[in-house]
């Protein structure tokens, strides 16, 4: 039996092969992905919106997913962040490197600074973890996160159960994810989220925190102030 499949799988791969040899036929050895333009038929951006409506349609998205959404401006961010981690009963927060002091100035729990030794189970132990963006898509209701210096590496957005995001508006909000792909280096790790991890089993069932932080709350905070204030 083992012979027979054993065969019928290499006579498959070889015909798979024999396909992709023929369709290189015509192509010549010395061309490059990057030398063939590669036509691309969508819209980038689906409407004509304003700054302001675009940041709604991000916001109206997030709840769908069931995201938290909050709004402020630079200078109510510090206040905001430590109420919303006594809300969650945190008595501790992971710090990404990059992050502003000022974000946590006023927060009561003790800062954990991420290190390559942590384990996931030390992670764990974490209440919860306050990063930045990359990007927001307001049409997916998607956040983007990069490994940027205000997010750190992705395991620390993955492992604990609480993650509160801080989005600049309206610098960091995009329409469309094609907007969003133009401003991402695809070279850096990425991790696009949607609303607080979860899944569902056979009969609908939905059970959060399944692979990611079980509650996502996203700040909204204006940013056009921003650069009067000390970071």
């Not at 010549?28 to 036509?39: C, G, I, L």
């Not at 109420?83 to 945190?90: D, E, F, I, N, P």
């Not at 210096?149 to 469309?176: E, F, Y």
Request: aromatic content about 2%.
């Amino acid at each position: 039996m083992s012979s027979s499949s054993g065969s019928g799988s290499s006579g498959s791969r070889e015909r798979v092969l024999a396909r992709v040899r023929r369709a290189l036929a015509d192509v010549p050895r010395d061309e490059r992905p990057q030398d063939v333009r590669v036509e691309r038929g969508y819209l980038r951006v689906h409407g004509d919106r304003t700054t302001e409506q675009t940041v709604e349609l991000l916001a109206e998205n997030l709840a769908d997913y069931r995201a938290l959404v909050h709004r402020v401006d630079a200078a109510g961010l510090p206040q905001l962040l430590k109420r919303l981690l006594a809300a969650h009963g945190s008595q501790s927060v992971l710090v990404p490197p990059g992050l502003p002091p000022r974000w946590l100035a006023a927060a009561d729990a003790a800062p954990v600074h991420d290190r390559e030794a942590d384990t996931a189970y030390e992670l764990d132990a974490v209440d919860s973890v306050v990063t930045g963006c990359a990007v927001a898509i307001a049409e997916t209701g998607t956040i983007v996160l990069d490994g940027g210096p205000d997010q750190g590496r992705r395991r620390i957005t993955l492992v604990p159960d609480h993650h509160i995001c801080v989005v600049r508006v309206p610098d960091q909000v995009v329409g469309s994810v094609p907007e969003a792909l133009e401003r991402l280096d695809p070279r850096r790790p990425q991790t696009w989220i949607s609303g607080p991890s979860a899944t569902s089993d056979i009969e609908l069932n939905r059970v959060e925190g399944v692979h990611g932080p079980r509650m996502l709350e996203v700040i909204l905070v204006d940013d056009r102030a921003e650069g009067q204030a000390p970071a």
